[in-house]
């Protein structure tokens, strides 16, 4: 625990290497959350004339000649999963704040990492004072952990939240397979202060309009709130779909869980 706690307490620097803190006990809370969403009836449509024998309905075509024993998903099965991690990288987040955020990353890769049908995209953000949105690649399927270590070299710049989401959501859109969910996680600590290129009104309406409309071509989005406050995370990334990390792992595998699987199963509120 010592070493732990040691790791835990190393929020203070950036630009420097670092390896992730993983929490085993949130790990182990979203794979569990993982597999009973994977086994839920919740996005199974029953009575259905083909799809999946139904265990539970096939007494009635022996008793009744009853041809409707079948099920059928109504959602892509949370089986097959890509989760793209986008962490805000502009200069509020030195120190403590990017160590949560990488410790965040590192927690949900560790997760997934044995779940073959699960991939794990974890992306870093910042912008210029001109618009123009820079998105580093931190860990794609395949590559080495280096990346999660290098994440305090990034830090600087402003905060574009919408616009890297919606380059990193078209991504996940275009790459995603009809027998997958995809979702990505909004990692950040507060309202986006950069117009990105072709921006036009209000920056936290455009974060709440690109969450509508990646919402509408299947990628699902979810956002941890680094800061104190996650009200503006919920009016821009829908409400029910944040949750709040200051640091506080036990406050966060209850939140956090909870979120996670109204998503996975289709069941998230958005504005």
């Not at 998903?73 to 955020?101: F, H, N, Q």
């Not at 305090?152 to 905060?159: A, K, V």
């Not at 890297?164 to 600590?189: C, F, N, P």
């Amino acid at each position: 625990m010592a070493r732990k706690e040691r790791d835990r307490s190393n929020e203070v620097l950036s630009y420097v290497d670092r390896k992730p803190y993983i929490n085993a006990a949130t790990a182990a809370g979203i794979q569990t959350v993982f597999n009973r969403t994977r086994l839920s009836r919740q996005s199974w449509e029953s009575r259905q004339l083909a799809g999946r024998l139904d265990g539970r309905q096939a007494w009635r075509n022996d008793a009744r000649g009853s041809i409707d024993i079948f099920r059928d998903r109504r959602l892509p099965s949370p089986t097959r999963l890509d989760v793209y991690i986008l962490v805000d990288s502009s200069g509020s987040m030195y120190g403590g704040r990017i160590c949560r955020a990488q410790d965040m990353a590192g927690t949900l890769v560790d997760a997934f990492k044995r779940i073959p049908t699960v991939r794990v995209h974890v992306y870093q953000h910042e912008a210029s004072g001109g618009g123009t949105t820079n998105i580093y690649r931190v860990y794609e399927p395949g590559d080495s952990l280096d990346g999660l270590t290098k994440m305090l070299h990034n830090i600087g710049g402003g905060n574009a939240d919408g616009f890297a989401l919606e380059a990193v959501g078209m991504k996940a859109a275009q790459a995603k397979r009809a027998d997958t969910k995809s979702l990505v996680i909004m990692v950040s600590d507060g309202l986006p202060s950069v117009n990105g290129v072709g921006a036009t009104g209000n920056i936290l309406d455009h974060s709440k309009l690109v969450t509508q409309n990646l919402k509408r071509k299947g990628v699902d989005v979810m956002a941890v709130a680094i800061a104190g406050d996650n009200r503006a995370h919920e009016e821009m990334y829908g409400k029910g779909s944040s949750v709040l990390f200051t640091g506080d792992w036990n406050e966060l595998n209850r939140s956090f869980g909870a979120v996670f699987g109204k998503v996975l199963a289709g069941a998230e509120t958005h504005r």
